[in-house]
Nanobody, 130 residues
Protein backbone atom coordinates (compact mmCIF):
# COMPACT_ATOMS: atom_id res chain seq x y z
CA UNK A 1 0.00 0.00 0.00
CA UNK A 2 0.95 3.66 -0.40
CA UNK A 3 0.72 6.49 2.10
CA UNK A 4 0.62 10.15 1.04
CA UNK A 5 1.56 13.03 3.34
CA UNK A 6 1.06 16.67 2.33
CA UNK A 7 2.98 19.65 3.69
CA UNK A 8 3.65 23.28 2.87
CA UNK A 9 0.25 24.82 3.53
CA UNK A 10 -0.19 28.02 5.48
CA UNK A 11 -1.62 31.52 5.51
CA UNK A 12 -0.59 34.12 2.95
CA UNK A 13 -1.86 37.41 1.60
CA UNK A 14 -3.37 37.73 -1.85
CA UNK A 15 -0.68 37.78 -4.50
CA UNK A 16 1.67 35.61 -2.47
CA UNK A 17 3.05 32.16 -3.19
CA UNK A 18 3.16 28.73 -1.57
CA UNK A 19 4.73 25.43 -2.53
CA UNK A 20 2.94 22.27 -1.48
CA UNK A 21 4.69 18.91 -1.22
CA UNK A 22 3.31 15.38 -1.16
CA UNK A 23 5.60 12.56 -0.05
CA UNK A 24 4.69 9.00 -1.03
CA UNK A 25 5.87 6.06 1.04
CA UNK A 26 5.30 2.32 1.12
CA UNK A 27 6.47 -0.81 -0.61
CA UNK A 28 8.55 0.07 -3.70
CA UNK A 29 6.32 -2.02 -5.96
CA UNK A 30 3.26 -0.18 -4.64
CA UNK A 31 4.87 3.18 -5.39
CA UNK A 32 5.86 2.01 -8.86
CA UNK A 33 2.23 1.07 -9.48
CA UNK A 34 1.15 4.73 -9.31
CA UNK A 35 0.18 5.95 -12.77
CA UNK A 36 -1.25 9.38 -11.95
CA UNK A 37 -0.90 11.90 -9.15
CA UNK A 38 -2.98 14.97 -8.55
CA UNK A 39 -3.93 17.85 -6.31
CA UNK A 40 -7.49 18.51 -5.20
CA UNK A 41 -9.05 21.09 -2.93
CA UNK A 42 -12.18 21.46 -0.88
CA UNK A 43 -13.58 24.61 0.70
CA UNK A 44 -16.15 24.50 3.54
CA UNK A 45 -19.59 23.65 2.21
CA UNK A 46 -18.31 22.83 -1.27
CA UNK A 47 -17.51 19.63 -3.12
CA UNK A 48 -13.97 18.48 -3.67
CA UNK A 49 -12.59 19.67 -6.99
CA UNK A 50 -9.57 18.82 -9.09
CA UNK A 51 -6.77 21.38 -9.28
CA UNK A 52 -3.98 19.73 -11.25
CA UNK A 53 -2.66 16.28 -12.13
CA UNK A 54 0.29 14.63 -13.80
CA UNK A 55 1.06 11.36 -15.56
CA UNK A 56 3.97 9.87 -13.62
CA UNK A 57 5.47 8.16 -16.66
CA UNK A 58 5.49 11.16 -18.95
CA UNK A 59 5.07 14.90 -19.29
CA UNK A 60 1.28 15.16 -19.57
CA UNK A 61 -0.28 17.57 -17.09
CA UNK A 62 -3.80 18.85 -16.47
CA UNK A 63 -4.99 22.05 -14.81
CA UNK A 64 -8.31 23.47 -13.76
CA UNK A 65 -9.16 26.62 -15.71
CA UNK A 66 -9.17 28.64 -12.50
CA UNK A 67 -5.48 27.96 -11.81
CA UNK A 68 -3.93 27.86 -15.29
CA UNK A 69 -0.98 30.21 -15.54
CA UNK A 70 -0.68 30.47 -11.76
CA UNK A 71 -0.12 26.90 -10.49
CA UNK A 72 2.46 24.36 -11.64
CA UNK A 73 2.46 20.65 -10.81
CA UNK A 74 5.71 18.68 -10.88
CA UNK A 75 7.28 15.53 -9.49
CA UNK A 76 10.65 14.28 -8.27
CA UNK A 77 10.71 10.54 -8.84
CA UNK A 78 13.98 10.09 -6.95
CA UNK A 79 12.31 11.48 -3.82
CA UNK A 80 8.85 10.02 -4.50
CA UNK A 81 7.48 13.52 -4.05
CA UNK A 82 4.82 15.56 -5.82
CA UNK A 83 4.80 19.37 -5.77
CA UNK A 84 2.34 22.16 -6.43
CA UNK A 85 3.83 25.61 -6.91
CA UNK A 86 1.11 28.20 -6.34
CA UNK A 87 1.73 31.79 -7.41
CA UNK A 88 -0.49 34.88 -7.51
CA UNK A 89 -2.76 33.37 -4.90
CA UNK A 90 -6.30 34.66 -4.58
CA UNK A 91 -8.76 34.51 -1.66
CA UNK A 92 -10.86 32.05 -3.66
CA UNK A 93 -7.93 29.61 -3.55
CA UNK A 94 -8.56 29.16 0.18
CA UNK A 95 -9.28 25.48 0.83
CA UNK A 96 -7.97 22.23 2.22
CA UNK A 97 -5.62 20.83 -0.40
CA UNK A 98 -5.31 17.07 -0.88
CA UNK A 99 -2.75 14.97 -2.67
CA UNK A 100 -4.06 11.85 -4.40
CA UNK A 101 -2.86 9.00 -6.59
CA UNK A 102 -4.15 6.42 -9.03
CA UNK A 103 -2.70 3.00 -8.31
CA UNK A 104 -2.64 0.72 -11.31
CA UNK A 105 -3.33 1.55 -14.96
CA UNK A 106 -4.90 4.95 -15.48
CA UNK A 107 -7.00 3.88 -18.41
CA UNK A 108 -5.30 6.47 -20.59
CA UNK A 109 -6.21 9.60 -18.64
CA UNK A 110 -5.05 11.37 -15.47
CA UNK A 111 -7.78 13.99 -15.64
CA UNK A 112 -8.24 15.21 -12.03
CA UNK A 113 -11.65 13.83 -11.18
CA UNK A 114 -11.94 12.83 -7.49
CA UNK A 115 -13.80 9.63 -8.29
CA UNK A 116 -10.92 8.45 -10.44
CA UNK A 117 -8.33 8.50 -7.64
CA UNK A 118 -8.08 5.74 -5.06
CA UNK A 119 -5.35 6.83 -2.63
CA UNK A 120 -5.52 10.05 -0.62
CA UNK A 121 -3.47 12.10 1.82
CA UNK A 122 -4.86 13.83 4.90
CA UNK A 123 -4.74 17.34 3.47
CA UNK A 124 -2.98 20.63 4.18
CA UNK A 125 -4.77 23.93 4.74
CA UNK A 126 -4.18 26.94 2.49
CA UNK A 127 -5.64 30.28 3.55
CA UNK A 128 -5.35 33.39 1.39
CA UNK A 129 -6.40 36.72 2.87
CA UNK A 130 -7.33 39.86 0.98
Amino acid sequence: QVQLVESGGGSVQAGGSLRLSCAASGHPYSIYSISCMGWFRQAPGKEREGVASIYTGGISTYYADSVKGRFTISQDNAKNTLYLQMNSLKPEDTAMYYCAAVRGPSGGSCYPRPEGYNTWGQGTQVTVSS
